[in-house]
C-alpha cells in the first residue's frame, strides 16, 4: 500500500496533543483534580482544547493501522490475525512499563486489549463491523449516562495529586492502586473498539486519500466534527465537573472526527510544501511511541518531586506543554535525520520479527523443507 501522506502528520499531532491533556496532570499540585477539576474560564478553556479529543484521534489512527496491517496480511496471503496478536501482546508490554514506571494514566494497555477483539472483527464483513460498533457504543453510552447521573452532584474530582517524595514511591503507589487507577479502562474499552473499527471503515472508505469520494468524506467529518461537535463540547467543557464524561467520552470524539478531516484536508492542500513545523510534526508522528513515552518522561523530571519539582497555575503548565512539545519535536526531528525510526520503535521490531525469523529457521529445518 502507498504511504500514506495524511497519516504521519495526524499521529504527530495526536501524540502532542494527548500530551496537552496529561500536562495538566503533571504540572498542577492538584494532579488528576487538575483535569476533572473546576478553575476560572481560562483555565476551563484551556484545558477543553485537549481533553478527550486527541486521546480519540489517536484511537481512530490505532483503527487505521490495524486495516493497514490487515490489508498487507491479505494481500501478502498470510494467516490473520497472525502475528499481530504478538504485536499487540508487547503493546501491552510497553504499556504496562510505561505505566509502573513512568505514568499512571497510560493508555497503550487498553489499546493492546482493544487492538486483540477488533483484529477478530476487522476481516469481517461490513454488517459485522457496524454491528460491534454500534454494540460498542451503545455499550458507552450507557456506561456514560449512568455514571453521570450516579455522581451527579457530588463534585467529581480526581482525588488530588498522585505525586510523592521519589521515584520508587510512585512506582510503589501505582502497583498498590492498579485496579483504582486502571478504572478508567472501564469507559476506555468500549469507546477504543467503536474508534478502532471507525478508524479501519474510514480508511477503507477513503477519508485518507486525495480523491474526489476522499474529498466529499472530509467534508462531512469537518461538518459533523467541527460543526455540531465542538459547539456541544464548549457546553459540556464550561457546563461544570457533572459533565466531565459527557464531555471527555462522548462529545470530544465527536470533535476528533472533524479533526482528522480537517488536518489530512490540511495536508492535501499543503501539497509537498513541508515547513519546519510540519517535518517536526511528521517526525514525531514516525516516532509516536518514543515520544508519547519520551514526552510523559520530560514532563516528569521537571514536574515531579523527585525532579525539579516545579508546579504551578495554567501559566506554567502552558510553559510546559512548549518546553516539552519543542524538545519532542526537535528530538524525533534530529534522531530520523540519523536513524530509520524512532528508538523505541528499533527496539519493537527487534522484538517483533526475532520469533518471526526463529519459526522460519525451524520450518526451514523441517524433514522435506531443507535445501
Known amino acids: ?106 493508555v497503550l494497555m487498553f489499546y493492546a486489549v482493544i487492538a486483540v477483539v477488533c483484529a477478530f472483527v476487522v476481516g469481517r464483513g461490513t454488517k459485522v463491523i457496524r454491528g460491534w460498533m454500534i454494540g460498542a457504543g451503545v455499550v458507552l453510552v450507557a456506561e456514560v449516562g449512568l455514571l453521570t447521573v450516579a455522581l451527579y452532584g457530588s463534585g467529581l474530582g480526581g482525588g488530588g495529586a498522585t505525586d510523592t517524595s521519589s521515584w520508587l514511591d510512585q512506582v510503589a503507589f501505582r502497583l498498590d492502586h492498579v485496579l483504582a487507577l486502571r478504572s478508567e479502562g472501564v469507559l476506555v474499552l468500549p469507546l477504543g473498539v467503536l474508534l478502532f473499527l471507525a478508524g479501519a471503515q474510514l480508511l477503507r472508505a477513503g477519508a485518507l486519500e486525495q480523491s474526489m469520494r476522499g474529498d466529499v468524506l472530509r467534508r462531512k467529518l469537518i461538518t459533523w466534527g467541527l460543526g455540531v461537535g465542538v459547539p456541544l463540547n464548549a457546553l459540556t467543557a464550561f457546563g461544570g465537573t457533572d459533565w466531565a464524561l459527557v464531555d471527555r467520552y462522548l462529545c470530544a470524539p465527536v470533535v476528533a472526527f472533524g479533526l482528522l478531516g480537517a488536518i489530512t484536508a490540511l495536508v492535501h492542500r499543503m501539497g509537498e510544501r513541508a515547513g519546519p513545523l510540519r517535518q517536526g510534526v511528521t517526525a514525531v508522528g514516525r516516532c509516536a511511541l518514543s515520544c508519547y513515552i519520551a514526552q510523559n518522561v520530560l514532563a516528569s523530571i521537571l514536574c515531579y518531586r523527585w525532579g525539579l519539582g516545579i508546579t504551578g497555575g495554567p501559566l506554567w503548565t502552558v510553559c510546559c506543554f512548549v518546553l516539552v512539545s519543542a524538545a519532542v519535536l526537535l528530538g524525533a526531528w534530529l534522531w530520523l535525520r540519523r536513524f530509520p525510526r524512532g528508538p523505541v520503535e528499533t527496539v519493537w521490531d527487534l522484538a517483533y520479527r526475532a520469533p518471526q525469523r526463529l519459526s522460519s529457521r525451524r520450518t526451514r529445518c523441517l524433514p522435506g523443507r531443507s535445501a
Open 1 to 106: 500500500m502507498e504511504r500514506i501522506k495524511s497519516l504521519d502528520v495526524l499521529r504527530g499531532v495526536a501524540i502532542l496533543g494527548t500530551f496537552g491533556t496529561n500536562v495538566w496532570i503533571f504540572s498542577s499540585p492538584d494532579g488528576l483534580a487538575a483535569v476533572l477539576g473546576g478553575g476560572g474560564p481560562l483555565e476551563s478553556g484551556l484545558r477543553a482544547l485537549s481533553n478527550g479529543k486527541f486521546l480519540a484521534l489517536l484511537s481512530i489512527l490505532f483503527g487505521v493501522g490495524l486495516a493497514i496491517q490487515h490489508a498487507s496480511a491479505v494481500r501478502r496471503g498470510a494467516r490473520w490475525p497472525g502475528w499481530y496478536l504478538w504485536r499487540s501482546a508487547l503493546l501491552l508490554l510497553e504499556g504496562a512499563l510505561h505505566y509502573v514506571l513512568v505514568f499512571e494514566f497510560d
